[in-house]
């Protein structure tokens, strides 16, 4: 069945510091999601990409779908103690419905 | 402002009792969804439903089965819980076609112990 890992699983960082985490599927992807969840919180959702290639900008965040619709990225631009927290790519097989989420890199920032 | 909301945040029962796990959405979403959560293996699909009446087996539905007889609320069931059921469970709702979903809203789960 569709699989979807994310890598590195956890990574701290100073605050200041830029952050990346990488999202592959072993499908082709319609479309990938990416949530944050805040310690002892619930996913919250953040950005969809739709298209090949596409690259989508939140103030210091940035998320990229490949070109092959096979992986993404989100990276973080100087990390604040604010963006602690695990964050979850989650992907749609071309082929099915069902929204299959990544195993999640836990973010730690230290001031 | 959008809401999901579930009935219990922690939650205690005894191996073999039936668990209901309610949850409610306000945002007139079709899209309902049962995910549990368990440290190192991510958010796993139990059972989804794309309109009222309607159930479709996620990734893990075994020992689960659910409900949706109105639009708002989608119910999960733990016939006979056992203690490999001990986890966090989160209901999410999206709206949009089944083949073009939205991003999906969270409700802020329940940690179910089984004992």
């Known amino acids: 069945g569709q699989q979807v890992m994310q890598i590195p699983q956890y990574q701290h960082v100073q605050e200041g510091e830029d952050f990346t985490t990488y999202c592959n599927s072993s499908?082709?992807?319609?479309?990938i999601q990416w949530y944050k969840q805040r310690p002892g919180g619930h996913p919250v959702f953040l950005i969809q990409l739709v298209k090949s290639g596409e690259v989508k900008k939140q103030k210091r965040l940035t998320f990229q779908f490949g070109e092959a619709k096979k992986n993404s990225s989100l990276h973080i631009t100087a990390t604040q103690t604010t963006d602690v927290g695990t964050y979850f790519c989650?992907?749609?097989?071309?082929?099915?419905?069902?929204?299959?989420f990544g195993t999640g890199t836990r973010l730690l920032v230290s001031p | 402002d959008v809401k999901v909301t579930q009935s219990s945040r922690y939650l205690v029962k005894r191996t073999g009792e039936k668990v209901f796990l309610e949850c409610v959405q306000d945002?007139?979403?079709?899209?309902m969804f049962w995910y549990r959560q368990d440290p190192g293996l991510g958010l796993r699909l139990i059972y989804f439903s794309y309109d009222v009446k309607m159930k479709e087996k996620g990734d893990i539905p075994e020992g689960y089965s659910v409900s949706r007889e109105k639009k708002e609320r989608f119910s999960l069931i733990l016939e006979s819980a056992s203690t490999n059921q001990t986890s966090m469970y989160l209901c999410?709702?999206?709206?949009?076609?089944?083949?073009?979903?939205?991003?999906?809203?969270f409700g802020s789960g329940t940690q179910l112990s089984v004992l």
């Open positions: 945002m007139d979403h079709e899209n």
């Open positions: 989650a992907g749609r097989d071309t082929g099915f419905q069902k929204l299959v």
């Open positions: 499908t082709t992807l319609s479309n």
């Open positions: 999410a709702s999206s709206s949009g076609p089944s083949n073009s979903l939205k991003g999906l809203f």
